[in-house]
């Protein structure tokens, strides 16, 4: 699954743009890093291509195996429902559901949460549960029957409720702020696999820049709003904009 | 006993508009303001119906309640979008202009004058008044059980996540302002099927009996209740209507001539305990995980002790009036 941006701006009131894309692809190679300073606009991408932040011009379209959708007019949940979503890079979460039921929301499809429904009781649907227990076994919670409690597994839950959610393509906005280093490990790894067996193409914004090269096949560098360059981490790494605006060198 | 009869099936009135809030508040984050609109509306609308169109009961029901869910799914699109205050300013304006033409349309509603005779739909056993309390207490029953199986739901914890985080809820693929919009139809219609339900009981319809302070009832009671349990607004209706209006109305050894002050103390208590509630049990009651055996022994308890309560407080305070009357008219022979 591919994105493709076309004369994307947001602006806000002030007027000057903080994101300016006249033509992008990002979800050609499986794992993909998007890297820059605070400020550069990556939030604000990764909010106009899941359609949260309505975009001041352009389109964003997506492509799947046989259809490009345009996403312009859809919302929010049509996204989703493509098969698109992001995690968060602010903590956000369900605060009156327990770890199992917000998984088991994400992994409900819409169709099975009717008025019907209530009348003819809803057994439990094996598959979700036996998903949700091989997440809970490989990723442990403090309480893994009750609620997330601290920022760190909030986070954790926010990345494996879009994980359980089977997306065909997921933005990940600073996954790993917050998570201990061997759950960001652990992720990370859970990320490769879903990639290699092609389950999902995935975009992540990080400032672990060692992250980014060891994962990431390829990068892409924002800054003030604007793609300034593009291509493999050796090819990012040496390339002298991005030293100067991002690494301080 | 008509009296209590009558007063009983206001209770189950009462208690089914704080179930339709609670699925509207306390699941989906929808704050309501115009409950009186939506019932005042079926309540009149079925009246008119009947009283000028000499319509059966059910007809009139169904066609208000046809053009009630019209309403409610017209105004849930223009306002479920909005924030949480302007909701409540919206569904305030609706049931004031709901009021308001109640008041002008005179050739329907016959305005202050007010409508009736309106006869109870069911004429078969000479026993009307306790056919419709049955036929009432069916429907909150039926809502009841509908409501403990909706929390357990899939459909319940979809409702539970738009309130707690509309914008999260939709990045994963769910339709929030259609879950909103269906539900709020759903339930504004069924306040105002228990307003049809209402106006046979109350046989005389009037504008003054289509009052903020009865949007403000449901609100109190779902709120000292609990407004996250399935069973939250049926207990502050129990407590608020069923004890302070039902029971020291009817029972309380209150001597005639301090009964006028009964309605005034009755506020003060409504207030006192929902102060009393907010402060030391913000949940209400009962908080969304209380279990039912909990709420039995609890609720036995503090119905006892609010009795007690409530009976020692107004009869010591009419031995107090009855004193200082007493002493007054002393001073005034003397
Ligand atoms: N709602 C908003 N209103 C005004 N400016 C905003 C808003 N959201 C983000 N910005 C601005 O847009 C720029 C890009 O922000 P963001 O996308 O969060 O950056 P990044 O994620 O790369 O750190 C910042 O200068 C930020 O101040
Ligand atoms: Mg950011």
Sequence with gaps: ???????????????????????????????????????AGKSTMMGLLTRRIAPSTGTVSLEDDTDLHTLNALQSH????????????????????????????????????????????????????ADIDGYLDRFKFEDPDGFAKSGGEKKLLDILRC??????????????????????????????????????????????????????KYVHFLSEGAILFHGTPKDVKKNRVVAEKYMGV | MAYLLFSLSLLLVYVGLAQMLHVQFGLLGIPNFGVVGFWGFGMYFVGVLQVQLSMSFIDAMVLSSVLLAVISYGLGHLILRLERQAILCATIAFSAIVALLIVTEKWATMGVVGLGTIRYPLRVFEAEEILHFVILLAFVIGAQIYLMRLHKSRLGRLMVAIRDNEELAASLGKDTF???????????????ILGGLSAALNQFLTPNMIVPSITFAVWI?????????????????FITFGIFDIFIETYAPVSPEFAVLVPNI?????????????????????????????????????????????????????????????????????
Excluded at chain 1, 120 to 129: K, N, V
Aim: negative net charge.
């Design chain 1, 1 to 39: 699954m591919k994105l493709h941006m076309q004369n994307l701006t947001k602006s806000y009131h002030s007027g000057h743009p903080v994101l300016n894309v006249p033509d992008g692809t990002l979800g050609e190679h499986g794992l993909e890093g998007l890297i820059g300073p605070n400020g």
């Design chain 1, 78 to 129: 049509d996204v989703a429902r493509l098969g698109l979503v992001k995690t968060n890079q602010r903590i956000q979460g369900f605060e009156s559901l327990t770890i199992r039921d917000s998984l088991r929301l994400a992994a409900t499809s819409h169709a099975d949460e009717t008025y019907r429904g209530v009348l003819t009781g809803s057994e439990q649907d094996d598959a979700i549960e």
């Design chain 1, 163 to 216: 994980m359980i959610f089977k997306p065909k393509m997921l933005l990940m906005d600073e996954p790993t702020a917050g998570l201990p280093e061997d759950v960001t490990n652990e992720v990370m790894k859970m990320v490769g696999e879903k990639v290699k067996s092609k389950e999902m193409t995935v975009v992540i914004v990080e400032h672990d820049l060692e992250l980014i090269w060891k994962h990431c």
């Design chain 2, 178 to 192: 259609r879950v909103k919009l269906r539900a709020f139809t759903i339930t504004a219609t069924i306040m105002g």
């Design chain 2, 221 to 237: 009671s779902l709120v000292l209740g609990g407004k996250e349990h399935a069973l939250g607004g049926m207990i502050g209706v």
């Design chain 2, 266 to 334: 009755k506020l003060f208590l409504y207030g006192a305990l929902l102060v009393a509630v907010l402060l030391y049990r913000p949940t209400g009651l009962l908080d969304r995980d209380t279990e039912p055996r909990d709420i039995l022994i609890g609720s036995l308890g503090a119905i006892a002790a609010s009795i007690t309560a409530v009976v020692t407080g107004l009869s010591w305070i009419a031995k107090g009036f009855e004193s200082l009357a007493a002493r007054a008219k002393k001073d005034d022979d003397a």
